[in-house]
């Protein structure tokens, strides 16, 4: 059964700080790994999808690698600003019909 | 651009009531989903859509029922509200299937059942 982890559940830092969120999953077997923005009272907004063929994805400020073998992801956001502050979710898609397995986020604060 | 919306936003029942939850997606899009969110249990998927006149059942489906009648909705109904689905409940959407396209996602109902 896919399971998926997000290592620290809660991440403090300074404004302007490059900082790096960690997602690792237990099966690697996957069609794609999503990273989704979730504001306080929102919904997910997705921000990345990386296919499994594919090691890294760029956005902006974002982004976001894979490494399937060892079964992690890691979303690099560069510059941060106080408007980065959310929880960041990572999820798989893989067996079990293709759904989307989440992670339980990393609630990141960027403090001015 | 509306995208996915939900209604209602919020909601108190008793237990025992019954309700249903609205789901609308104007982006033309096949497949659609309904997770519940709890804390420390992430999201869960309940039911699902791979088209018009389809569903399917998630990891989590007792207790609730869904229609998609067409295209662009997906309702989620309690037909017995218990005090386990005090919940936030997702509705979200894909171009198609998922190991190719992005969710993307309402704002989210807030049910508390009493």
């Known amino acids: 059964k896919q399971e998926v982890t997000q290592i620290p559940a809660a991440l403090s830092v300074p404004e302007g700080e490059n900082l790096v969120l960690n997602c690792s999953f237990t099966d690697s077997a996957i069609y794609n790994l999503q990273w989704f923005r979730q504001d306080p009272g929102k919904g997910l907004t997705s921000l990345l999808l990386i296919q499994s063929s594919q090691r890294e994805q760029t956005s902006g400020r974002l982004n976001a690698s894979l490494d399937k073998s060892s079964g992690r992801s890691t979303l690099y956001i560069a510059a941060s600003q106080p408007g980065d502050s959310a929880t960041y979710l990572c999820a798989v898609s893989g067996g079990q019909g293709g759904k989307l397995i989440f992670g339980q986020g990393t609630e990141l604060s960027v403090k001015p | 651009n509306a995208g996915v919306t939900q209604t209602p936003k919020f909601r108190v029942l008793k237990t025992g009531q019954s309700m249903t939850l609205l789901c609308a997606q104007d982006?033309?899009?096949?497949?659609m989903y309904w997770y519940r969110q709890d804390p420390g249990m992430g999201l869960r998927l309940i039911h699902y859509?791979?088209?018009?006149?389809?569903?399917a059942k998630g990891e989590v489906p007792d207790g609730y029922n869904v229609s998609r009648l067409k295209k662009q909705n997906f309702l989620l109904g309690l037909e017995s509200a218990a005090p386990s689905q005090t919940s936030v409940y997702f509705c979200?959407?894909?171009?198609?299937?998922?190991?190719?396209?992005?969710?993307?996602f309402g704002n989210g109902t807030r049910l508390t059942v009493t």
């Open positions: 859509s791979v088209g018009e006149g389809t569903t």
């Open positions: 979200a959407s894909s171009r198609l299937r998922l190991y190719n396209s992005p969710l993307h």
């Open positions: 982006m033309n899009h096949e497949y």
